[in-house]
């Protein structure tokens, strides 16, 4: 066999193992794990005297599964929340709000980004965030870093910092309405959010 031909059977065979892994990623059952996927946030409640208290709350057992375009929903409920524990007995109109989806987030990952990077690699990309709650929809960009801890296992933090907009928050009934049962009446203008998640390829 001549140099050129091993060469040419050699490139091919490198391009039909890379289409097929290649296919293989792309319908990987990537998952977001509930136990390890979590978004934490700083609200600062500005007190009748105009003191500043930062209060720390977690949204937990986040869960999704990215389709092969790389679409992924987040239903998102109050029960996911540490605000229920906080809250005691809830009233009546509350208790059926608690598994009620409040809000939809979804987004657009890159799959092939994910799928290429090695073990103790990371990547950063940006993503857009759409959210629909009652009909109202927002989008925004978020910064994200991805970081390949083990062959089935992606870590997703925020690449740098990022924050809602308190006065925002506000607008919505449903959320100030849980604020105003927590005792908070104002907030600050800032909601820092950090972003922990872990997708696994089941």
């Known amino acids: 066999m001549s140099s050129s031909t091993l060469i040419r059977r050699l490139t091919s065979l490198s ?44 949204l937990n057992r986040m869960e999704g599964q990215i389709s092969a375009d790389g679409t992924l929903r987040l239903p998102v409920r109050l029960n996911q929340t540490d605000i229920i524990d906080r809250l005691g007995n809830l009233p009546p109109w509350m208790n059926s709000l608690t598994n009620t989806t409040l809000v939809t987030v979804v987004t657009q990952l890159p799959p092939e980004r994910i799928n290429s990077l090695d073990v103790g690699q990371s990547t950063v990309a940006v993503i857009n965030l759409r959210t629909d709650a009652n009909g109202e929809q927002r989008e925004e960009q978020l910064p994200v870093r991805f970081t390949r801890e083990a062959e089935n296992v992606v870590r997703v933090r925020n690449a740098e910092p990022v924050s809602i907009d308190g006065r925002e928050l506000m607008k919505n009934q449903t959320v100030r309405s849980i604020l105003s049962m927590m005792g908070y009446q104002q907030i600050g203008d800032d909601v820092p959010v950090e972003l922990d998640a872990v997708l696994v390829d089941r």
């Open 15 to 58: 391009l039909a193992t890379g289409l097929i892994a290649g296919s293989t990623l792309a319908q990987a059952a990537w998952q977001m794990d509930p136990n390890q996927s979590r978004v934490t946030a700083t609200v600062t409640e500005i007190t009748s005297a105009g003191d500043s208290i930062p209060h720390e709350h977690s």
